[in-house]
Protein backbone atom coordinates (compact mmCIF):
# COMPACT_ATOMS: atom_id res chain seq x y z
CA UNK A 1 0.00 0.00 0.00
CA UNK A 2 2.85 2.73 1.01
CA UNK A 3 4.83 1.93 -2.22
CA UNK A 4 1.84 2.74 -4.16
CA UNK A 5 1.06 6.08 -2.91
CA UNK A 6 5.06 6.40 -3.79
CA UNK A 7 4.57 5.51 -7.29
CA UNK A 8 1.38 7.60 -7.93
CA UNK A 9 3.14 10.61 -6.07
CA UNK A 10 6.19 10.42 -8.08
CA UNK A 11 3.87 10.33 -11.38
CA UNK A 12 1.69 13.31 -10.55
CA UNK A 13 5.44 15.23 -10.04
CA UNK A 14 6.75 14.20 -13.03
CA UNK A 15 3.32 15.77 -15.07
CA UNK A 16 3.15 18.85 -13.49
CA UNK A 17 6.65 19.22 -13.95
CA UNK A 18 6.35 18.80 -18.08
CA UNK A 19 2.88 21.02 -18.07
CA UNK A 20 4.88 23.89 -16.30
CA UNK A 21 7.45 23.44 -18.81
CA UNK A 22 5.20 23.33 -21.61
CA UNK A 23 2.54 26.09 -20.46
CA UNK A 24 3.76 28.25 -17.92
CA UNK A 25 1.92 26.31 -15.23
CA UNK A 26 2.58 27.55 -11.59
CA UNK A 27 3.89 24.49 -9.75
CA UNK A 28 4.17 23.32 -6.11
CA UNK A 29 5.54 20.10 -4.52
CA UNK A 30 2.55 18.93 -2.65
CA UNK A 31 -0.91 19.83 -1.44
CA UNK A 32 0.77 20.04 1.93
CA UNK A 33 3.14 23.16 1.22
CA UNK A 34 0.28 25.25 0.19
CA UNK A 35 2.43 28.01 2.20
CA UNK A 36 5.78 27.46 1.85
CA UNK A 37 6.61 26.52 -1.44
CA UNK A 38 8.67 28.22 -4.16
CA UNK A 39 6.40 29.39 -7.34
CA UNK A 40 7.94 29.55 -10.45
CA UNK A 41 6.86 31.23 -13.72
CA UNK A 42 8.39 30.30 -16.98
CA UNK A 43 9.90 33.37 -19.05
CA UNK A 44 8.22 34.54 -22.37
CA UNK A 45 9.11 33.47 -25.43
CA UNK A 46 10.80 36.48 -27.30
CA UNK A 47 9.14 37.31 -31.02
CA UNK A 48 11.35 37.54 -33.92
CA UNK A 49 10.46 40.40 -36.13
CA UNK A 50 10.25 39.31 -39.42
CA UNK A 51 12.94 40.53 -41.89
CA UNK A 52 12.04 43.20 -44.84
CA UNK A 53 11.37 42.27 -48.11
CA UNK A 54 14.45 42.43 -50.11
CA UNK A 55 12.46 42.79 -53.23
CA UNK A 56 10.23 45.78 -51.96
CA UNK A 57 11.59 49.47 -52.91
CA UNK A 58 10.88 52.62 -50.88
CA UNK A 59 7.70 54.38 -51.00
CA UNK A 60 7.99 58.16 -52.17
CA UNK A 61 5.94 61.00 -51.53
CA UNK A 62 6.84 64.09 -54.10
CA UNK A 63 6.31 67.39 -54.08
CA UNK A 64 4.87 68.43 -56.60
CA UNK A 65 3.50 65.96 -58.32
CA UNK A 66 4.84 64.48 -61.18
CA UNK A 67 4.12 66.80 -64.46
CA UNK A 68 2.68 69.73 -62.73
CA UNK A 69 2.70 73.17 -64.21
CA UNK A 70 2.46 76.59 -63.12
CA UNK A 71 4.26 75.88 -59.73
CA UNK A 72 4.97 78.65 -57.42
CA UNK A 73 9.27 78.63 -57.30
CA UNK A 74 8.59 79.37 -53.90
CA UNK A 75 6.10 76.69 -53.12
CA UNK A 76 7.71 73.32 -50.98
CA UNK A 77 10.05 70.95 -53.03
CA UNK A 78 10.16 67.75 -51.41
CA UNK A 79 10.93 64.32 -51.54
CA UNK A 80 9.54 61.86 -48.40
CA UNK A 81 10.67 58.46 -48.43
CA UNK A 82 7.70 56.80 -46.24
CA UNK A 83 9.59 53.49 -46.24
CA UNK A 84 12.86 53.08 -46.88
CA UNK A 85 15.75 55.68 -47.18
CA UNK A 86 17.19 58.55 -49.99
CA UNK A 87 20.74 57.39 -51.49
CA UNK A 88 20.87 60.71 -53.66
CA UNK A 89 18.55 63.24 -55.44
CA UNK A 90 19.28 65.39 -57.58
CA UNK A 91 17.27 68.87 -58.83
CA UNK A 92 18.13 69.99 -62.63
CA UNK A 93 16.52 72.93 -64.43
CA UNK A 94 16.10 72.46 -68.84
CA UNK A 95 19.17 74.80 -68.93
CA UNK A 96 21.37 71.31 -67.09
CA UNK A 97 21.72 73.83 -64.12
CA UNK A 98 22.12 71.52 -60.48
CA UNK A 99 19.83 73.23 -58.01
CA UNK A 100 21.42 72.23 -54.84
CA UNK A 101 19.40 70.50 -52.10
CA UNK A 102 19.62 68.87 -48.73
CA UNK A 103 19.14 65.70 -47.23
CA UNK A 104 18.28 65.01 -43.33
CA UNK A 105 20.41 63.36 -41.51
CA UNK A 106 18.13 60.46 -40.91
CA UNK A 107 17.87 60.08 -45.11
CA UNK A 108 14.14 60.13 -45.14
CA UNK A 109 13.40 64.19 -46.67
CA UNK A 110 15.30 66.13 -48.91
CA UNK A 111 14.61 69.59 -50.06
CA UNK A 112 16.19 72.41 -52.52
CA UNK A 113 18.84 74.57 -50.74
CA UNK A 114 18.30 78.05 -52.88
CA UNK A 115 15.94 79.71 -54.86
CA UNK A 116 13.92 78.72 -57.79
CA UNK A 117 13.56 80.25 -61.01
CA UNK A 118 10.32 81.71 -62.90
CA UNK A 119 9.14 79.53 -66.02
CA UNK A 120 11.64 77.00 -65.84
CA UNK A 121 11.17 73.10 -65.96
CA UNK A 122 12.82 71.03 -63.22
CA UNK A 123 13.51 67.74 -63.51
CA UNK A 124 14.39 65.23 -59.56
CA UNK A 125 16.12 62.26 -60.25
CA UNK A 126 15.76 60.29 -56.68
CA UNK A 127 18.29 57.27 -55.67
CA UNK A 128 16.44 55.20 -53.02
CA UNK A 129 16.74 51.75 -51.22
CA UNK A 130 13.97 50.24 -49.72
CA UNK A 131 13.16 48.74 -46.48
CA UNK A 132 15.26 45.66 -47.39
CA UNK A 133 17.79 47.64 -49.19
CA UNK A 134 16.11 47.39 -52.78
CA UNK A 135 17.85 49.98 -54.67
CA UNK A 136 15.42 51.87 -57.23
CA UNK A 137 15.91 55.26 -59.15
CA UNK A 138 12.88 57.61 -60.53
CA UNK A 139 12.39 60.91 -62.11
CA UNK A 140 10.01 63.39 -62.14
CA UNK A 141 9.66 66.92 -63.89
CA UNK A 142 7.10 69.70 -62.98
CA UNK A 143 7.32 73.57 -64.48
CA UNK A 144 6.83 76.73 -62.35
CA UNK A 145 4.64 79.75 -63.26
CA UNK A 146 5.30 82.46 -65.87
CA UNK A 147 4.43 85.90 -64.26
CA UNK A 148 2.91 88.10 -66.64
CA UNK A 149 4.56 91.21 -64.83
CA UNK A 150 6.79 91.06 -61.42
CA UNK A 151 7.34 93.93 -58.87
CA UNK A 152 10.31 94.40 -56.91
CA UNK A 153 9.77 96.56 -53.27
CA UNK A 154 12.55 98.77 -51.36
CA UNK A 155 12.27 99.68 -47.81
CA UNK A 156 12.68 103.28 -47.29
CA UNK A 157 12.37 106.32 -44.90
CA UNK A 158 9.70 108.86 -44.77
CA UNK A 159 12.24 111.38 -46.79
CA UNK A 160 12.53 108.89 -49.79
CA UNK A 161 15.62 107.00 -49.49
CA UNK A 162 16.25 103.92 -48.60
CA UNK A 163 17.12 102.55 -44.69
CA UNK A 164 20.07 101.71 -43.76
CA UNK A 165 21.07 98.29 -42.89
CA UNK A 166 22.63 98.80 -39.16
CA UNK A 167 22.01 102.32 -38.97
CA UNK A 168 19.76 103.89 -35.89
CA UNK A 169 17.31 105.99 -36.32
CA UNK A 170 14.57 108.12 -33.64
CA UNK A 171 11.73 106.84 -32.12
CA UNK A 172 9.45 107.69 -34.22
CA UNK A 173 10.64 106.55 -37.47
CA UNK A 174 8.03 105.25 -39.79
CA UNK A 175 8.87 102.24 -42.07
CA UNK A 176 7.68 102.67 -45.78
CA UNK A 177 7.47 100.01 -48.08
CA UNK A 178 7.93 101.53 -52.13
CA UNK A 179 6.88 98.73 -54.37
CA UNK A 180 7.49 99.68 -58.48
CA UNK A 181 4.33 98.75 -59.59
CA UNK A 182 0.74 99.13 -58.70
CA UNK A 183 -1.01 96.67 -56.58
CA UNK A 184 -4.35 95.34 -56.82
CA UNK A 185 -4.05 92.61 -53.89
CA UNK A 186 -3.32 95.03 -50.99
CA UNK A 187 -3.89 92.03 -48.54
CA UNK A 188 -1.77 89.55 -50.66
CA UNK A 189 0.66 91.96 -50.67
CA UNK A 190 0.46 92.86 -46.68
CA UNK A 191 0.62 89.68 -45.58
CA UNK A 192 3.94 89.48 -47.26
CA UNK A 193 5.86 92.36 -45.34
CA UNK A 194 6.70 91.78 -41.83
CA UNK A 195 8.49 93.99 -39.33
CA UNK A 196 9.74 92.40 -36.22
CA UNK A 197 10.50 94.01 -32.99
CA UNK A 198 12.66 93.50 -29.76
CA UNK A 199 11.18 94.03 -27.21
CA UNK A 200 7.78 93.36 -29.33
CA UNK A 201 5.30 96.94 -29.95
CA UNK A 202 1.93 97.44 -31.75
CA UNK A 203 2.27 98.26 -35.16
CA UNK A 204 -0.03 98.39 -38.10
CA UNK A 205 0.99 99.50 -41.85
CA UNK A 206 -1.24 101.91 -43.48
CA UNK A 207 -1.66 101.66 -46.98
CA UNK A 208 -1.17 105.64 -48.72
CA UNK A 209 -1.75 104.98 -51.88
CA UNK A 210 -1.38 101.73 -54.64
CA UNK A 211 2.14 101.57 -54.72
CA UNK A 212 3.26 102.78 -50.75
CA UNK A 213 2.37 101.29 -47.41
CA UNK A 214 3.65 103.05 -44.07
CA UNK A 215 4.46 100.92 -40.93
CA UNK A 216 4.42 102.34 -37.50
CA UNK A 217 4.16 101.22 -33.76
CA UNK A 218 0.96 102.64 -32.13
CA UNK A 219 3.54 104.47 -29.51
CA UNK A 220 6.82 105.53 -29.94
CA UNK A 221 9.62 102.66 -29.77
CA UNK A 222 11.44 102.68 -26.74
CA UNK A 223 15.05 103.75 -27.00
CA UNK A 224 17.45 100.67 -27.35
CA UNK A 225 14.36 98.55 -29.64
CA UNK A 226 16.01 96.49 -32.31
CA UNK A 227 13.96 96.74 -35.81
CA UNK A 228 13.96 94.07 -38.64
CA UNK A 229 11.93 94.53 -41.73
CA UNK A 230 11.38 91.68 -44.20
CA UNK A 231 9.29 90.76 -47.26
CA UNK A 232 9.23 87.25 -48.48
CA UNK A 233 7.14 87.99 -51.97
CA UNK A 234 8.97 86.16 -53.99
CA UNK A 235 6.56 83.87 -55.60
CA UNK A 236 3.64 85.30 -54.49
CA UNK A 237 0.07 86.12 -56.54
CA UNK A 238 -0.52 90.09 -55.60
CA UNK A 239 -3.05 90.29 -58.29
CA UNK A 240 -3.52 91.18 -61.59
CA UNK A 241 -1.11 88.30 -62.74
CA UNK A 242 1.67 90.34 -60.79
CA UNK A 243 4.29 88.36 -58.78
CA UNK A 244 6.82 89.76 -56.43
CA UNK A 245 10.36 90.06 -57.79
CA UNK A 246 12.59 89.57 -55.25
CA UNK A 247 12.95 89.09 -51.14
CA UNK A 248 14.11 92.05 -49.10
CA UNK A 249 15.22 92.22 -45.52
CA UNK A 250 16.46 95.28 -42.98
CA UNK A 251 17.24 95.74 -39.52
CA UNK A 252 18.17 98.86 -37.55
CA UNK A 253 18.10 99.80 -34.04
CA UNK A 254 16.49 102.94 -31.86
CA UNK A 255 18.42 105.35 -30.69
CA UNK A 256 17.77 107.95 -27.37
CA UNK A 257 14.14 109.61 -27.18
CA UNK A 258 14.50 112.75 -28.82
CA UNK A 259 11.50 115.52 -28.71
CA UNK A 260 11.65 118.94 -29.49
CA UNK A 261 8.63 120.38 -28.83
CA UNK A 262 8.24 123.89 -30.68
CA UNK A 263 5.24 125.61 -28.84
CA UNK A 264 3.67 129.08 -30.62
CA UNK A 265 2.53 130.36 -27.67
CA UNK A 266 6.04 130.68 -26.22
CA UNK A 267 7.73 131.03 -29.54
CA UNK A 268 10.25 128.49 -28.07
CA UNK A 269 11.76 125.29 -29.10
CA UNK A 270 12.31 122.87 -25.58
CA UNK A 271 14.27 119.91 -26.49
CA UNK A 272 14.44 116.69 -24.71
CA UNK A 273 16.77 113.77 -24.81
CA UNK A 274 15.45 110.72 -22.74
CA UNK A 275 13.07 112.77 -21.17
CA UNK A 276 15.49 115.66 -20.07
CA UNK A 277 15.13 119.15 -20.93
CA UNK A 278 18.80 119.61 -22.94
CA UNK A 279 18.35 122.91 -24.50
CA UNK A 280 15.70 126.00 -25.09
CA UNK A 281 15.74 127.50 -28.31
CA UNK A 282 14.23 131.18 -29.57
CA UNK A 283 12.15 130.77 -32.91
CA UNK A 284 10.33 132.29 -35.36
CA UNK A 285 7.65 130.01 -37.18
CA UNK A 286 4.74 130.34 -40.40
CA UNK A 287 4.19 134.26 -40.48
CA UNK A 288 0.13 132.88 -41.33
CA UNK A 289 -2.16 133.75 -44.18
CA UNK A 290 -2.80 132.90 -47.53
CA UNK A 291 -1.96 133.63 -51.15
CA UNK A 292 -2.89 132.17 -54.60
CA UNK A 293 -0.70 132.37 -57.65
CA UNK A 294 -1.74 131.05 -60.44
CA UNK A 295 -4.90 129.36 -59.34
CA UNK A 296 -2.91 127.20 -56.52
CA UNK A 297 -3.17 128.50 -52.91
CA UNK A 298 -0.20 128.79 -51.03
CA UNK A 299 -0.39 128.56 -47.12
CA UNK A 300 1.93 130.12 -44.61
CA UNK A 301 1.42 128.78 -41.41
CA UNK A 302 3.54 126.23 -40.01
CA UNK A 303 1.40 123.47 -39.56
CA UNK A 304 0.47 122.00 -35.87
CA UNK A 305 1.02 118.64 -35.53
CA UNK A 306 3.78 115.39 -34.77
CA UNK A 307 6.60 115.15 -37.29
CA UNK A 308 9.94 113.30 -37.60
CA UNK A 309 13.39 114.10 -38.87
CA UNK A 310 13.53 113.33 -42.61
CA UNK A 311 16.78 114.49 -42.83
CA UNK A 312 19.83 117.27 -43.30
CA UNK A 313 21.90 118.81 -45.04
CA UNK A 314 24.45 121.73 -44.96
CA UNK A 315 23.77 123.88 -46.46
CA UNK A 316 20.58 123.73 -48.68
CA UNK A 317 19.38 125.90 -51.44
CA UNK A 318 15.89 127.04 -50.49
CA UNK A 319 13.92 128.42 -54.07
CA UNK A 320 10.40 129.28 -53.57
CA UNK A 321 9.48 128.70 -57.00
CA UNK A 322 9.60 124.90 -56.09
CA UNK A 323 6.22 124.88 -54.28
CA UNK A 324 4.58 127.47 -56.54
CA UNK A 325 5.85 130.66 -55.79
CA UNK A 326 7.81 132.77 -57.90
CA UNK A 327 11.37 133.95 -56.84
CA UNK A 328 10.80 137.39 -58.32
CA UNK A 329 7.15 137.53 -56.67
CA UNK A 330 6.77 140.09 -53.92
CA UNK A 331 7.93 136.79 -50.96
CA UNK A 332 9.71 134.63 -53.51
CA UNK A 333 13.25 133.57 -52.57
CA UNK A 334 16.42 131.86 -53.65
CA UNK A 335 18.81 131.91 -50.80
CA UNK A 336 21.42 129.30 -49.52
CA UNK A 337 20.90 127.95 -45.77
CA UNK A 338 23.22 126.51 -43.44
CA UNK A 339 22.36 123.81 -40.86
CA UNK A 340 19.05 123.28 -42.02
CA UNK A 341 17.49 119.71 -40.06
CA UNK A 342 13.93 119.23 -43.14
CA UNK A 343 10.80 117.69 -40.94
CA UNK A 344 8.47 117.88 -43.85
CA UNK A 345 8.19 116.50 -47.43
CA UNK A 346 6.95 119.83 -48.76
CA UNK A 347 10.03 121.83 -47.07
CA UNK A 348 9.53 122.66 -43.61
CA UNK A 349 12.99 122.89 -41.97
CA UNK A 350 14.52 123.79 -38.08
CA UNK A 351 17.22 125.97 -39.84
CA UNK A 352 19.76 128.97 -39.56
CA UNK A 353 18.24 132.33 -40.14
CA UNK A 354 20.22 135.37 -38.86
CA UNK A 355 18.08 137.70 -40.38
CA UNK A 356 15.12 136.92 -38.46
CA UNK A 357 16.94 136.81 -34.58
CA UNK A 358 15.54 140.11 -33.94
CA UNK A 359 11.67 138.02 -34.51
CA UNK A 360 13.07 134.28 -33.07
CA UNK A 361 11.16 133.96 -29.58
CA UNK A 362 8.47 136.66 -30.02
CA UNK A 363 7.37 136.87 -34.14
CA UNK A 364 6.55 134.68 -36.10
CA UNK A 365 8.03 135.75 -39.85
CA UNK A 366 8.94 132.76 -41.54
CA UNK A 367 7.23 130.74 -45.26
CA UNK A 368 6.36 127.99 -42.88
CA UNK A 369 9.99 127.27 -41.45
CA UNK A 370 11.41 127.54 -37.75
CA UNK A 371 13.83 130.04 -37.48
CA UNK A 372 16.97 129.61 -35.46
CA UNK A 373 19.98 131.47 -34.80
CA UNK A 374 23.46 129.91 -35.86
CA UNK A 375 24.70 128.36 -32.86
CA UNK A 376 20.76 126.64 -32.00
CA UNK A 377 20.46 125.31 -35.67
CA UNK A 378 23.99 123.58 -35.64
CA UNK A 379 23.76 122.33 -32.30
CA UNK A 380 20.27 120.94 -33.58
CA UNK A 381 21.68 119.82 -36.80
CA UNK A 382 24.39 117.73 -34.46
CA UNK A 383 21.67 116.52 -32.46
CA UNK A 384 19.37 114.85 -34.35
CA UNK A 385 19.12 111.63 -36.45
CA UNK A 386 16.29 110.76 -38.85
CA UNK A 387 12.91 109.68 -36.89
CA UNK A 388 13.36 112.15 -34.07
CA UNK A 389 10.10 113.47 -33.21
CA UNK A 390 9.61 116.95 -33.68
CA UNK A 391 5.51 118.47 -32.32
CA UNK A 392 4.66 121.53 -33.42
CA UNK A 393 1.65 123.18 -30.86
CA UNK A 394 -0.38 126.14 -30.62
CA UNK A 395 0.45 127.31 -34.87
CA UNK A 396 -2.87 128.73 -36.36
CA UNK A 397 -4.01 127.29 -40.63
CA UNK A 398 -4.75 123.39 -41.09
CA UNK A 399 -2.75 120.68 -39.39
CA UNK A 400 -0.46 118.78 -40.37
CA UNK A 401 -1.80 116.40 -43.20
CA UNK A 402 -0.28 112.56 -43.76
CA UNK A 403 1.02 113.58 -47.44
CA UNK A 404 3.65 115.88 -45.47
CA UNK A 405 5.05 113.64 -43.53
CA UNK A 406 2.23 113.22 -40.38
CA UNK A 407 1.98 109.75 -39.98
CA UNK A 408 2.66 110.63 -36.29
CA UNK A 409 -0.33 112.89 -36.58
CA UNK A 410 -2.89 110.34 -36.94
CA UNK A 411 -5.00 108.68 -34.54
CA UNK A 412 -4.24 104.86 -34.06
CA UNK A 413 -7.75 104.03 -34.81
CA UNK A 414 -7.86 105.67 -38.08
CA UNK A 415 -3.85 104.51 -39.07
CA UNK A 416 -4.93 100.96 -38.17
CA UNK A 417 -8.00 101.79 -40.72
CA UNK A 418 -5.66 102.01 -44.07
CA UNK A 419 -4.51 98.40 -43.37
CA UNK A 420 -5.68 96.22 -46.32
CA UNK A 421 -5.68 92.85 -43.50
CA UNK A 422 -8.14 95.09 -41.07
CA UNK A 423 -10.51 95.71 -43.86
CA UNK A 424 -10.48 91.87 -44.12
CA UNK A 425 -11.19 91.17 -40.55
Given at each position: MTSTRRVRGACLAVVLAVLAVLGGLVVTGTPRCADHCQTLTAAPVPQVAPRPSPIVPAALSIAPP??????????????TANSGTLDTVQLVNEAGKVIPGVITPDAKTWKPASQLGYGRTYTLTIAARGPGGMPSRQTSSFTTLTPDNKTEVYFETTAGGLLQDGATYGIGNVVVAKFDEPITDKAAAEKHLQVTTTPKVTGSWNWIDDQTAHWRPEKYYAPGTSVTVATNIYGAALGDGLYGQDNEQVSFRIGNAHVAIADDTTKQVSVYDNGKLVRTMPT????????????TTLSFWTPPGVYTVLDKANPVIMDSATFGLPTNSRLGYRVTIPWATRISTDGIYLHQLNDTVWAQGNTNVSHGCLNLNGDNAKWFYDFSVPGDVVEVRNTGGPPLQLQQGGDWSVPWDQWRKGSALSRHQ
Amino acid sequence: MTSTRRVRGACLAVVLAVLAVLGGLVVTGTPRCADHCQTLTAAPVPQVAPRPSPIVPAALSIAPPPGANGISPSGPVLVTANSGTLDTVQLVNEAGKVIPGVITPDAKTWKPASQLGYGRTYTLTIAARGPGGMPSRQTSSFTTLTPDNKTEVYFETTAGGLLQDGATYGIGNVVVAKFDEPITDKAAAEKHLQVTTTPKVTGSWNWIDDQTAHWRPEKYYAPGTSVTVATNIYGAALGDGLYGQDNEQVSFRIGNAHVAIADDTTKQVSVYDNGKLVRTMPTSMGMGGTETIGGTTLSFWTPPGVYTVLDKANPVIMDSATFGLPTNSRLGYRVTIPWATRISTDGIYLHQLNDTVWAQGNTNVSHGCLNLNGDNAKWFYDFSVPGDVVEVRNTGGPPLQLQQGGDWSVPWDQWRKGSALSRHQ
